[in-house]
């Protein structure tokens, strides 16, 4: 089991930044990838962001890549995103997700083993 912990999340004017943190604990060895995904009211489960333990090799949605940036530090269990030029369609909560599979299909929320509460972040006009 691994829990995990977002916090970071506010509400902030377009053109802001933010930077979430999860904080993860239990057994964190189990840990291959980290990522974030993101839910806005009435809509799916939404792929942001995905980073590989090992290398810390990244990949990113289209509709956030050059925005936002994922980092990890293994020693601490903590990955990070960072969100830059925030816009009001970014308005979601945010998960932070892990599991202790593969590389493949990072997308795929429904491949995730463990999942955090979220954190909210709203970005207004």
């Known amino acids: 089991q691994v829990y995990l912990a977002e916090s970071g999340g506010g509400s902030v004017q377009a053109g802001s930044s933010l930077r979430l943190t999860c904080q993860a604990s239990?057994?964190?060895?189990?840990?291959?990838?980290a990522a974030w995904f993101r839910q806005a009211p009435g809509k799916e489960r939404q792929f942001v962001s995905v980073v590989r333990w090992s290398d810390g090799v990244a990949y990113y949605s289209d509709s956030v890549k050059g925005r936002f940036t994922i980092s990890r530090d293994n020693a601490k269990n903590t990955v990070w995103l960072q969100l830059n030029d925030l816009k009001p369609e970014d308005t979601a909560v945010y998960y932070c997700?892990?599991?202790?599979?593969?590389?493949?299909?990072?997308?795929?929320?429904?491949?995730?083993?463990?999942w955090g509460r979220g954190t909210q972040v709203t970005v207004a006009s």
């Open positions: 239990g057994r964190t060895l189990m840990m291959y990838s």
């Open positions: 997700a892990v599991r202790n599979s593969y590389w493949r299909d990072y997308e795929d929320a429904s491949t995730y083993d463990f």
